[in-house]
């Protein structure tokens, strides 16, 4: 995935209200600017570190930057937007990165699904195999020995999604989640059970039903970010 053009490389001062971040340009400026990312961002945000702004070229957005890649507390770079996420997982898919999802002849994003109102984020179908449910969560949450943790706050949508998950694999079909390290100094993936213990506990009986669980890491630079790398997953 290419940023055309390039991040704009900034400093970060401050982020607030779930979805601004004040930053300031090598030439002293200063702006404040979108932030992609509700979540709690834990561990990531450090003032005045290195970030990346991703420039919309739409002057009449009231907010024309947006915030992309930050230096986080142990000095790797993280993307913070998580809509790359499901960006990153398409390309990887479509170039056999992920080779457990290869083979299928149609990828759809966000088509609805299950009993609780959901949307998957692809379905891979292949006129000779069953349907194939892909759920897709990015990670940037890292903690101690180079592990990264999921979620970052207590997530009401995500055991959601597990419980979706589940019901698919019980109907026969595949069913999959795949973490998204969108984070450099993340090699192993696990849940983070004392932020949110359910989600823990609903993992492993998701995985213990069968539905199976992958979690690669992403590449980033102010010039592009693609998957490459797949990690452990600790259960």
Do not use: W
Not at 30 to 42: A, I
């Amino acid at each position: 995935m290419l940023f055309d053009p390039p991040l704009i490389p900034a400093t970060l001062l401050r982020r607030y209200k779930r979805f601004l971040a004040d930053v300031r340009l090598p030439d002293g400026r200063e702006l404040t600017v979108h932030c992609p990312n509700t979540g709690s961002m834990k561990n990531c945000v450090v003032e005045g570190s290195s970030c990346f702004l991703l420039d919309s070229n739409n002057p009449k957005r009231k907010y024309r930057y947006g915030l992309e890649l930050i230096t986080a507390e142990c000095g790797h770079l993280a993307g913070v937007n998580t809509a790359r996420a499901n960006h990153l997982v398409a390309e990887a898919i479509e170039n056999g990165v992920i080779s457990a999802l290869s083979g299928y002849s149609e990828c759809l994003p966000e088509q609805r699904y299950g009993e609780e109102n959901s949307r998957i984020d692809f379905l891979l179908r292949s006129p000779s195999r069953p349907d194939c449910y892909v759920e897709v969560k990015s990670v940037t949450l890292a903690v101690a020995e180079r592990q990264g943790l999921f979620p970052d706050s207590v997530s009401a949508r995500g055991q959601k999604h597990l419980r979706e998950l589940m019901a698919m694999r019980a109907q026969g079909f595949r069913a999959v989640l795949v973490f998204c390290v969108q984070h450099q100094g993340i090699d192993s993936v696990a849940p983070a059970d004392e932020l949110d213990p359910h989600y823990g506990i609903l993992l492993r009986e998701a995985a213990a039903d069968g539905v199976e669980v992958y979690a690669f890491r992403a590449e980033l630079n102010q010039f592009n970010s693609r998957l490459s790398a797949a990690l452990p997953v600790k259960l």
